[in-house]
C-alpha cells in the first residue's frame, strides 16, 4: 500500500492512551499509512489498524454510555471519525476509462466540508454498528470519467462520444441535490485524473482531516 512521505510514520511507540486494538487499550510499536494507524514498525499487510482510544471523561457520561449498552443501543463512541484518504485510480481503473469515487457530509449541516474516502472506509458507512456514524453523515459516490476526449464530441444535439470534462460536469450536477456543495468542491478539477488534468498531479481534492 503506497503512503505518501508527509503521511507516513514509521518505528512509532504508544505507551497506552492513544489507541485501541480490538477493544482493548494498545500498548506497543505502530506505523501510520495512508489508510491510519496500524500495528507493527513498518506497514505489513498482516499487521491490524488501530483505532483511536474513546474514553469517558466524566461519571454522567459513564452512566450514559453503561445504561446505553445495557439496553442494546449503540452510543456516538462506538463510531469511528473518518480518516484522511488519497485516492487514484487502478490500472484496471485506467484500462476502463473510468473509476469510483466516495464523499461524505453531515447531515446536520449543509455548509459542512465535504470528505473523500476510501471504498473501505465508505463501506462502513452502512454498518449500523461500526466504522462511520450513517446517522451523521450522508455519503454519495461519483462515476469519474478519466478517458475518452476531452470535450463531449456531438452531431449536432447529439453525443456521439462523451468527453471527460462535460461528463464529469453532469455527473456533478446530478449528485448536488443529494449532496449540496459536491458541485462548487471539483468544478474546477473536472479533469482530475485524466490526461487533460491541467497540473498533471494526482493529487486527493480533500483537506487533511
Not at 476531452?150 to 449528485?175: S, Y
Amino acid at each position: 500500500m503506497y503512503t505518501p512521505s508527509f503521511i507516513k510514520r514509521e518505528n512509532q511507540y504508544s505507551p497506552g492512551g492513544e489507541y485501541m486494538l480490538r477493544g482493548e487499550e494498545y500498548v506497543g510499536y505502530y506505523n501510520v499509512t495512508i489508510q491510519g494507524p496500524y500495528t507493527g514498525r513498518v506497514f505489513d499487510p498482516k499487521e491490524f489498524p488501530l483505532f483511536p482510544l474513546k474514553t469517558v471523561f466524566n461519571k454522567e457520561s459513564q452512566t450514559y454510555s453503561n445504561l446505553a449498552d445495557g439496553q442494546g443501543y449503540i452510543t456516538d463512541l462506538e463510531f469511528d471519525d473518518p480518516l484522511y484518504s488519497i485516492i487514484e485510480p487502478s490500472i484496471e481503473d485506467i484500462k476502463r476509462g473510468y473509476f469510483l469515487r466516495y464523499f461524505i457530509q453531515q447531515r446536520n449541516d449543509k455548509r459542512a466540508r465535504i470528505r473523500e474516502l476510501d471504498k473501505k472506509q465508505y463501506d462502513t458507512v452502512f454498518d449500523a454498528t461500526a466504522g462511520i456514524n450513517p446517522n451523521l453523515y450522508k455519503s454519495v459516490i461519483l462515476r469519474w470519467k478519466i478517458a475518452g476526449p476531452e470535450f463531449d464530441k456531438k452531431d449536432g444535439d447529439i453525443i456521439v462520444k462523451p468527453g471527460v470534462r462535460d461528463t464529469n460536469q453532469r455527473t456533478l450536477l446530478e449528485k448536488e441535490h443529494l449532496m449540496t456543495g459536491i458541485f462548487a468542491l471539483l468544478r474546477n478539477r473536472l479533469a482530475q485524473y485524466s490526461p487533460y488534468a491541467i497540473d498533471g498531479r494526482k493529487s486527493n481534492t480533500d483537506l487533511k482531516l
